[in-house]
């Protein structure tokens, strides 16, 4: 196969976790650390709470910030819900969308995936869509089925031109915060077809550039052997991505591996 051009995506999802202090920290650490990210693209992504102290904080570097969630409305009367302009103002540049905690914790479906989607699309936000089945499906031979039917719908009336800014993240759900993490095998077969669907639908320009992330029990021990993957373009770090220490080291192991593909 080509050699993979795609350098490293490394985003850390802090989920509801960190004061501001503690936020402002662990983004300096990253920030410090940049002269050795330089080919990494990579996304901090706080609680609400804290984008603006951590905005503050990556200001001026190549640190990109992101937010965990959003509402498909532009403005009104929708009591604790932010928006996709909102976000575009607060310094966001990325956003989550259908994570599985917020699919199996807070109801949402394919149908607001896509929503949310378009929202941060049209706002000029890079969604990152998250996919993956749950242990039943697995076991049931399910898989590639139910990321079929979650790109499909999650997807729906996205242009190729807008697909384009979409990065996809591949987290299966037995591996978030289970300390499960997918065989790189086992992950790479689901993020082949993922690419693979992407090519089907909108061609192999597309395909070819699509950045395909794995989530799921990432830390530096194992984010090496996935990267080496064709297929891994990067990680969405969950629970490691808390500390510094684990977080740089997932980023230089995936830029380790990323060194010797070229
Ligand atoms: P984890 O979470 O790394 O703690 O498994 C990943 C995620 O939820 O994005």
């Known amino acids: 196969m080509a050699g993979r051009r795609r350098g490293p995506f490394i985003a850390g999802n802090w989920k509801m976790n960190l004061g501001l202090h503690e936020a402002r920290d662990l983004a300096r650490k990253v920030v410090d650390a940049e002269p050795e990210l330089r080919e990494c693209t990579t996304v901090l992504i706080p609680p609400f709470t804290a984008l603006e102290t951590v905005r503050g904080t990556v200001a001026g570097s190549a640190v990109a910030l992101g937010a965990q969630n959003l509402y498909w409305e532009d403005a009104g009367a929708f009591t604790g819900e932010v928006s996709a302009p909102m976000l575009r103002d607060a310094g966001c540049a990325y956003v989550l969308v259908g994570h599985s905690e917020r699919r199996q914790l807070f109801g949402e479906t394919d149908g607001t995936v896509n929503r949310k989607a378009k929202a941060a699309l049209k706002a000029g936000l890079v969604p990152i869509v998250c996919v993956g089945e749950v242990l039943a499906e697995r076991d049931a031979g399910r898989t590639l089925e139910r ?11 996205v242009s190729g031109q807008d697909l384009e800014r979409v990065v996809v993240a591949y987290e299966p759900v037995w591996a978030i915060g289970t300390g499960r993490t997918a065989s790189p095998g086992q992950a790479q077969e ?9 090519r089907k639908s909108y061609g192999n320009g597309t395909a070819d550039c699509a950045i395909i992330l794995y989530g799921g029990s990432v830390k530096p021990a194992n984010s090496y052997p996935l990267f080496k993957e064709n297929d891994i373009d990067g990680f969405l770090v969950g629970g490691a991505s808390l500390s510094g220490l684990s977080f740089l080291g997932i980023a230089r192991e995936a830029l380790r591996a990323y060194g010797e593909e070229k």
Do not use: M, N
């Not at 689901?190 to 992407?198: E, L, N, S």
């Open 190 to 198: 689901v993020q082949a077809h993922i690419r693979d669907r992407i």
């Open 147 to 157: 990321i079929d039917e979650q790109l499909a719908r999650g997807l729906e009336s």
